[in-house]
């Protein structure tokens, strides 16, 4: 049955730190929801009530638009192998570009992964637990290196003209302020 926290607990950080994926959901009052699957070493609990994602390049930035517009997140795990859970961190965030001065330091948190574009820093409100007792199982093989292979691919100036050309606008038109 479905528990409400004010901060993430010791047990919940060890649910954290095990999961290999996580699903990012954000919207504005007027815009389509987005939600998307995240992977890779991007996560970092920095203490109760604050957590960090390194969000990579991706083909769009509907995340960071919205998080500019109305702040407001919710970042899902669920349990593939083990006792079954979901979990719920719901929070407002804030986005960190390269060219912000707190990048550097908030960065250091993270292995140097090719095509970094945003930080999000999203302070939790509420963490929420249920059961998920019908997620089905699946078993972990491996990370997928293709988003990682095409960003060393395109280097750092195939990736800023990339993101003028692909990451300027949410699909519903809201400015991402990526290249600045």
């Not at 280097?155 to 290249?179: A, C, F, H, V």
């Amino acid at each position: 049955m479905a528990k409400q926290y004010q901060e993430i607990n010791s047990r919940i950080e060890k649910f954290i730190n095990h999961q290999k994926i996580f699903f990012v959901a954000t919207a504005t009052k007027d815009s389509r929801i987005n939600l998307s699957p995240k992977g890779m070493d991007t996560f970092r609990i920095l203490n109760k009530k604050r957590i960090l994602w390194l969000n990579l390049t991706g083909s769009g930035n509907e995340t960071s638009a919205h998080i500019q517009d109305d702040g407001r997140i919710t970042i899902m795990f669920c349990a593939f192998e083990g006792a079954p859970m979901i979990l719920r961190l719901y929070g407002q965030g804030k986005v960190i570009h390269p060219r912000d001065l707190e990048w550097k330091e908030l960065n250091s948190h993270f292995p140097n992964l090719a095509g970094a574009r945003q930080i999000f820093d999203i302070d939790i409100d509420m963490v929420q637990t249920s059961c998920g007792m019908s997620i089905p199982y699946f078993d972990y093989q491996k990370e997928r290196l293709q988003l990682d292979n095409w960003a060393k691919e395109k280097g750092e100036e195939g990736i800023s003209d990339y993101w003028t050309e692909k990451n300027q606008e949410s699909i519903d038109g809201l400015p991402t302020n990526i290249n600045l």
